[in-house]
């Protein structure tokens, strides 16, 4: 299974965002991240999000990858 830089898995953290409202914010997706708890890789890779607010959760997971790519 592949893991972001940080060391997290994006099924973890689908896992881990499932239910979030959307549109949410970066400090959202923080927030119920932890709350469904979510390890501290998992949330420093949350954490590396841009400032925007999210629409889908597709976007959302496809911008973890990118802020949190391995290499």
């Known amino acids: 299974m592949s893991q972001t830089s940080s060391g997290a898995s994006p099924v973890g953290l689908a896992k881990h ?6 549109p949410a914010k970066k400090q959202d997706v923080v927030r119920h991240a932890r709350s469904k708890g979510a390890n501290a890789d998992e949330i420093k890779a949350i954490e590396r999000l841009p ?4 629409t889908a959760m597709a ?10 790519a391995p290499g």
């Open 51 to 54: 400032e925007q607010e999210f």
């Open 17 to 22: 965002l499932e239910g979030l409202s959307l």
């Open 59 to 68: 976007d959302t997971l496809k911008a973890i990858g990118q802020v949190d």
